[in-house]
């Protein structure tokens, strides 16, 4: 009888969970594309795109303000540049912003996330702190704990962001999407709240939603969809959902960014499935955090505040 | 073996590869990130014009090719300010000295057209050409009565145009929506006056938004910037505005209001009435976050000398015996903190003035008080809320160390007369019979770890939320109360009350409030329409056509 090799049942180990990380991505893709789905029917308006790229809900009925029911949805059309001013609020925006001109996520603000996320100090800083964590669990053991160690540990996390932010903002740029978060309250195609529902021929339609608090499940959902998913940019901010194509291939690139650096028991495809489901998993705290923190905020300051006036 | 030590060699080998890149990493991390100390609104060379025509609103949305406001934005036509509001430039260099000033004398021969600037040599060019702007603003304005608003940004912004359409910073951006929001000619409230804008630039972006996180550090530098740039160049722009503002308004030949309709159309020019109607400008001084404080170093010394100045003039002209109070014309209509990141320390000296002094301020002396300092936050700014203490940790343990903060005292020592206690001083001007009095409850570290707007102990005013009133859109978003209560705001979803804060000291001109998040919901966004019309309760109301003008009193009533 031959005793089992330790580094083999690690692996078996971690090719299970890599699998159960698959298998729920899977899930949860499933339960989003349907979700978008639902949504947009939930809506009952046509999605489709304009020639200039500016894809919008096309509402079939442009009525004047209901004055009746309030549990209907209220619609209103502004038409002419100065009833407009601070009525376009993108999603996640403040209302009445007058500063808003345009909701599409910019070239600008997609060079700006990528310099900033894969060059300068913000990449440096995740790669120096990353890289010190790694330093203490001594991740990978084939470089030491040492000043040589811990160079090669933040050169390659160094290497990784930058793999993974170019992949992002190339492939993002491709499709011309929005890589922002978005919470369910601020997602244009949840009814909550005042949405615009279409904007077409300089006119803005937005509709008003009767006041229905989501849950937590809902929101909870909400949070994996938009992991996912993400929108179209869209100059009024109501692109359609599509997979997040850019992300999930900068998560591959990140994850394969750092192979010419990398011992070669790194190099596998059970540990580059790992880092894979760690970089999304970092991608869902992330849309887990844009859910919640209005009251994660709220609760800090309000705990905060008491200590101080205790103190 | 073998194997082995090739494994090993390319294990050095991407050692020091690693090291060598991190350390290429650093050396740009330290070099290139600094955004260039310069002035944007010379209208030298490249440089945008100083003082620009704000364009029309866009259709939104205004993507792609356009963007709003263009590139580069037109000179004011300042031959016809009721059509299109302007806005000027005004830049100071990272010690608060002007940017630009004027190198030749020169007098035009045409004065009559409003494009001819006289120029006198080592005057503040940009200053100059916004005293013209004023002065035309008080003659083109039908009822004489233009509202100037200045406004001084904070961190991390500039005066820069960008290179294409809509790259403007965004503090520009904002201001120029707002002003145009303002005299909008359907919905706004001084349409059909002349509006014009003052941004006062400084250098308050230091590294670029590339580098986000050095740009974080830059907080201690920026703050440090912000105290030195409020200083003399800055107080006389401020003072100089003041004055080309409300100098006049008699209907003479030298009158800058003289061609006004009121004064062309007043059948006795030269007279009194006359002088109040024909040329009364409202003026707001308005500064965020590091803004304000910038704004507060440059004003308060000047507007108390003001203050002081007018008081002993107005107390040698008094009716012996009188007992009324005097008059007093202050700098600016009001003055407005928003976000304000200047430590409390910053106006307490002010409140302490006004407090002591008793003065009221309040539309033809009346008992309903107006703020002359509006010092407003919000609950959501987490910058200036939790921040500023994170930023002033390290001073105040630097001041601790010197003994530098004085402590609260319970039972403070005192003789009959006076108390070396650390005190501030109490005042209610909504009270007729109020005086003035003392406490000793707060050290000066809660007035260091605190802006204004976030110590209760100094509010004002609270401002209460609620279920939204029946409200028709020829009503006014605001209704003033009675009692306690200054004002009842209707906007959007809620009911904002304005009410006297309960067993408060600071009841003096300085007025001190936090709002909710939904007024404004964070540091940075506060070009808002729902902020805007919150602020229209306090902002002195631009006439009706033909109507009259009440002006607001300062008053004083201490001997």
Known sequence: MTRANPRRVIHQVQRRCVERVFAALFLAWTIAAGAGHASAQMLAFETSDSGSGAAGLVAPNLAPPDPAPSTQPQIHTYATASEQQGRLTCPGGFPTDLTVTDCSFTHDQRMLQWINTSFTDQAILGAVVYGLGAEIIKSPDAWGRTWKGYGQRVGVRYTQAAARGTAEFVVGTLLHDDPRHLSYKDDPHTPYGTKIASCKDGVITTVTYPVVEPGVWKRVGHAFVDSLTVLRSNGCGIGKRMPAYSRFVGIAAGTYGGFGWNPRSENTVSAAAQRFGTAYASTLAGSFYTEFSPELLTGLTRLITTKIKEH | ?559
């Open chain 2, 1 to 559: 073996m073998a194997t082995q030590d090739r494994g090993n060699a390319r294990n050095r080998s991407n050692g020091k590869t690693g090291l060598r890149w991190m350390g290429l990493a650093l050396l740009v991390a330290l070099c290139g990130c600094q955004i260039p100390a310069r002035s944007y609104r010379s209208g030298i060379g490249k440089d945008t014009a100083p003082v620009i025509t704000i364009p029309a609103a866009p259709t939104l949305p205004a993507a792609d090719k356009n963007l709003w406001p263009p590139h580069p934005e037109p000179a004011c036509d300042e031959s016809n300010l009721l059509k299109r509001p302007c806005l000027a430039f005004m830049e100071f260099d990272d010690f608060g000295e002007p940017w630009q000033r004027t190198l030749v004398n020169y007098r035009p021969t045409d004065t009559t057209n409003p494009a001819n600037h006289r120029l006198t040599a080592g005057r503040p060019t940009q200053l100059d050409r916004v005293i013209d702007l004023i002065i035309e603003a008080k003659k083109q304005d039908p009822w004489g009565q233009p509202l100037i608003l200045t406004f001084t940004h904070g961190w991390k912004h500039n005066a820069s145009s960008g290179t294409k359409s809509g790259g403007d910073d965004a503090d520009i951006i904002g201001f120029e929506a707002t002003l145009n929001r303002l005299q909008d000619p359907q919905t706004g409230e001084w349409k059909g006056h002349v509006v014009i804008g003052i941004y006062l630039s400084w250098r308050g972006g230091l590294i670029s938004p590339y580098w986000p996180v050095t740009q974080q550090f830059s907080y201690w530098n920026r703050e440090a910037t912000a105290a030195r740039v409020g200083n003399s160049s800055m107080t006389d722009a401020f003072i100089e505005i003041s004055d080309a503002a409300k100098r006049g308004g008699d209907c003479s030949a030298k009158d800058p209001c003289s061609q006004s309709p009121y004064c062309v159309s007043a059948s006795k020019p030269g007279q009194a009435d006359a002088a109040q109607s024909a040329c009364s400008p409202v003026v707001l001084f308005i500064g965020h976050s590091f803004g304000a404080l910038v704004l507060e170093r440059a004003l308060s010394q000047a507007i108390i000398t003001r203050m002081e100045s007018e008081w002993n003039q107005a107390r040698a002209l008094r009716i012996s015996g009188a007992s009324t109070g005097m008059a007093i014309d202050p700098l600016a209509s009001l003055v407005i903190y928003v976000n304000s990141a200047a430590a409390a320390t910053e106006s307490k000296q002010v409140m302490d003035y006004l407090a002591s002094s008793g003065f009221r301020y309040s539309p033809d002396g009346s008992a309903r008080q107006r703020p002359l300092f509006l010092s407003i936050t919000s609950e959501a700014d987490l910058a200036t809320g939790l921040l500023l203490k994170a930023g002033h940790a390290m001073p105040l343990i630097k001041y601790k160390w010197n003994d530098s903060m004085r402590e609260a005292s319970k039972e403070p020592a005192a003789d009959l007369q006076s108390t070396t206690a650390y005190a501030r001083a109490c005042f209610d001007a909504a009270d007729p019979q109020g005086k003035p009095s003392l406490r000793t409850d707060l050290a000066q570290t809660e007035y260091y770890m605190s802006t204004t707007a976030h110590k209760e102990a100094l509010w004002s005013h609270t401002v209460t939320q609620g279920p939204p009133s029946k409200r028709t859109d020829a009503d006014p978003f605001c209704k003033p109360g009675t009692g306690n209560v200054y004002t009842t705001c209707t906007i959007d979803q809620f009911d904002y009350t304005i009410a006297t804060a309960p067993n408060r000291c600071n009841g003096t001109p300085y007025w001190v409030l936090q709002v909710q998040k939904e007024l404004i919901p964070d540091h940075n966004t506060i070009f808002t329409e729902r902020l805007i019309d919150f602020l229209t309760a306090f902002i002195p109301a631009p006439p009706s056509p033909g109507g009259p003008i009440t002006p607001l009193q300062l008053t004083r009533s201490s001997n």
